[in-house]
């Protein structure tokens, strides 16, 4: 296993970064810190990536990697983008987020959503597009030993052929006992496309392994609130031999191939394009085991006695086998713009098998689905586009799901003062597996809970960089975990209101990036959200070293309102209701100060300020404090070459 040693490589790496980071630089002004859209000219460091399938590659959707200083401070994974969670005491734990988010993925669901922040699924693997070999190195160093590395690696291997790499690591023991995490994922990728771009095929081979202490909380919220012991390492907690691990592989095999044969240049005939055809080949293996040589513990004390009082072993084991064909409109063209119409389709077979704790039979399941799409574009400023799905057989037999959605650019998508969207949602689903049919030590239970029901409207009106929209949903049979620790299903359907505004925005060097969330729901019994929850960056912007390095300053602020949040149950892995304890109205504060030189990009940054002055309030879930006021420094570091 990849680890790092604190008084050694990581010290190490450190001095080598920031060396070269300062070494004398041009006095050309550096590399725009907005995300650009491709121009006409080449440049050669510019790099985008499209994330998943092919598809999206076709779809036009590349990505340009952000190489600006604003949220470079943001290392963690559940604040990026100003985003909002309940999470345990430390980093790449388990976390639910504070907007409304239901399961809504089609399919069997295989990875537990309670730490999907942390894993690494097919549809994030990203394939790059570059003109030149590109690496970049991340790394953070925190109080406590906490340490966070990231590599990116890609480059062609021969014309056509490209090889890439991500790696992410977080290693913390935590400021309270067993609270220890140990995370590792990443992925391999292979993409080639022959001279004529004819056939394309992409590799990928992904892994995560989360190693993580359970700790259940302190014991006595007290020890916390009154600041009884400033030694948080011999704070009491509810669990002192509790272990989650969970391991995820898998290998993503996908080709296409153009029906029709490519244009020459001497082509003046408008022949028809066939478009292309596809197959897709996935297989994941993911596993999942709790353990805890004290299967007694107080915490346990459910409507659930143990079935071994002397340890506690739950081993959960996944498969998952999906071939996929398809066929699409889109061939040669990759500007989506000049394609006013296009269509996709997917015909797809699932072979699933599962073990639970204590079962002795395996259960098997196969799935027959199909989706597909429809794109209409017209004169650059109005675009229709329209989605499904439909699954015949196996769990999720019966299952559907719609969307449409249209933008509307005021003017055109070039040049406009505005852009409206518009989308409908409708799904019916089958509660995911764990509420139906779940067995370990201490809970064990079998339902057939009708199909969950979902209406979305959404709206939202962006310009430049700023986003202001409405999310309405109808709910029903919506499934939860109740505060017995019992699956249940919410008898009367409901409804969620989510007005949200976000963006960036600045005034010569000041500026302000923030996402703001209000939300109101009329199941607040079943549905524990706050009302208002947000992030904002206040910062200072300025170029120095005659323009040949950025200085940023500034301030990140997180609130939420106060709400009876749920709780968190180890053994299964996730959060449930509870109506005692209330956290939030808190005031989080981070100072910090991010400099960038040519490709290089450092901050120094002290976590939660407010500590200091607001009282010991700051509560990320019940019984689970945040964090203390500490240091960190980050050094983000790209290559061209």
Known sequence: MFMLNRYRISISLLLLMVTVAFMPVISAQSMADSVLKPKPEIDSTHVYYYKGTLLNFKLDSLTHIDTSTLES???????????NFSTLSNIGQAHTNLTFSPMLQPGFLMSWP???SYLISNRQVRYYNLLKPYTELFYVMGPKKEQDFQVSFSRDLIKGLTFGMNFYLISSPGEYKRSFTNNNSGYLTLGYFTPKKRYHVNINYLFNKMQLQEN??????????????SDRAVIPVNLTNAENTIKESGIFVEQFFNLSKPHTKSDTSNRLDLGSISYAFQYKKNSYLFTDRDPLAPLYDTLY?????????????VKFIKNSIGWTTLGYGKNIDQKPFYLYANLNHSNITQLLPGDSITTVWNQVSVSGGIGINIKKSFYLKGSGYLYFSGYNAGDFGLKGTINQYIGNKHRNIG???????????????FYQHFSSNHFKWNNSFSKEAYLILHGDYRYKNIQAGVDFTTVGNYTYLNDKLIPSQAENAGTVLKIYLSGNANLKKFGVDTRLTYQATSMPSVIRVPAFNGSMNLYFKSPVFKHAATLQTGVQLRYFTAYYANAYMPEIRAFYLQNDVLIGNYLW????????VKRARLFIKMRNVTGYFEGYNYWLAPHYP????????????????
């Open 419 to 433: 852009e409206l969207n518009l989308s409908i949602k409708l799904i019916s689903k089958t509660p995911w597996w």
């Open 626 to 641: 945040d964090r203390d006021a500490g240091f960190y420094f980050g050094i983000s570091w790209r290559f061209h070459d």
């Open 305 to 317: 006695p143990p079935t071994d009082s002397m340890q506690t072993y739950d081993s959960t084991a």
């Open 114 to 116: 309670y730490y999907q």
């Open 589 to 596: 504060a981070d100072v910090y100060v991010t400099l960038k």
């Open 216 to 229: 259940g909380g302190i014991s006595d919220d007290s020890y916390f609130t009154e600041n009884k012991e």
């Open 73 to 83: 401070h943001q290392y963690d994974l559940l604040y990026r983008n100003n985003r």
